[in-house]
């Protein structure tokens, strides 16, 4: 059995974002590690994590030549830093092993498990290929194949709905407020999960 700390709900399903709840995600030390200058980090955040370019890319609205057209048409000027990021930033994602050993926990106890996540299909790839455990949930909802994204909505209508979850008895966990504040409108229990975060300061298994 599991319960939610905040208020003792017994829950039978556990919903789990990817980005800093079971893989770390930090774009500004991704772009330090490839060797690109701190000056133009301000300006690639802008193309990368928050440009609409970026959030179609999520949605498999547009592809990775597409996008990377774009952003070169944005900032000609960073040419070798975009042509660089693109290539390899999903090289810099890393399990956190703490919270990928409390997800085995939460289904050895007897919760399903789901994955609803902001992701692009070729990155996504990459992720299963060095994450094995990505292949042990009972189900996901990823953006790249429903074209929608968190916080959008129905993309958690989606993911309650294709698995018949219970959203008195589900929680989600992730790490950016705004999704947290759309999975609770859906009826969802919520984590809002800190950068470094543990998952089990949050859920109790009980024996």
């Keep these: 059995m599991i319960r939610l700390n905040e208020d003792?709900?017994?829950l039978n399903t556990v919903i789990f974002d990817l980005g800093n709840v079971l893989l770390d995600y930090n774009p500004r030390r991704f772009m330090g590690e490839l060797g690109i200058a701190p000056k133009?980090?301000?300006?690639l955040t802008e193309i990368f994590p928050e440009s609409k370019e970026w959030q179609?890319?999520?949605?498999n609205l547009i592809t990775?030549?597409?996008?990377?057209a774009a952003a070169l048409h944005k900032e000609p000027a960073l040419r070798r830093e975009i042509t660089l990021y693109h290539k390899h930033w999903y090289d810099h994602f890393h399990a956190i092993p703490?919270?990928?050993a409390a997800f085995y926990?939460?289904?050895?106890?007897g919760a399903k498990t789901y994955i609803l996540s902001n992701f692009q299909q070729t990155c996504f790839k990459v992720m299963q290929e060095h994450n094995v455990f990505l292949d042990d949930f009972d189900g996901r909802v990823?953006?790249?194949?429903?074209?929608m994204r968190k916080p959008d909505a129905g993309i958690y209508e989606l993911l309650?709905?294709?698995y018949d979850l219970d959203p008195a008895h589900s929680v989600f966990i992730d790490d950016m407020k705004v999704n947290i504040e759309a999975a609770a409108s859906a009826g969802l229990k919520t984590i809002l999960l800190p950068i470094g975060g543990r998952i089990l300061d949050y859920l109790t298994i009980v024996h």
Excluded: G, P
């Design 160 to 162: 309650i709905s294709k």
């Design 8 to 10: 003792q709900t017994e």
């Design 142 to 147: 990823i953006s790249f194949e429903c074209k």
């Design 105 to 109: 926990q939460i289904k050895e106890a």
């Design 98 to 100: 703490e919270n990928v």
């Design 64 to 68: 990775d030549d597409e996008f990377l």
């Design 40 to 43: 133009y980090f301000d300006r």
């Design 56 to 59: 179609d890319l999520d949605e």
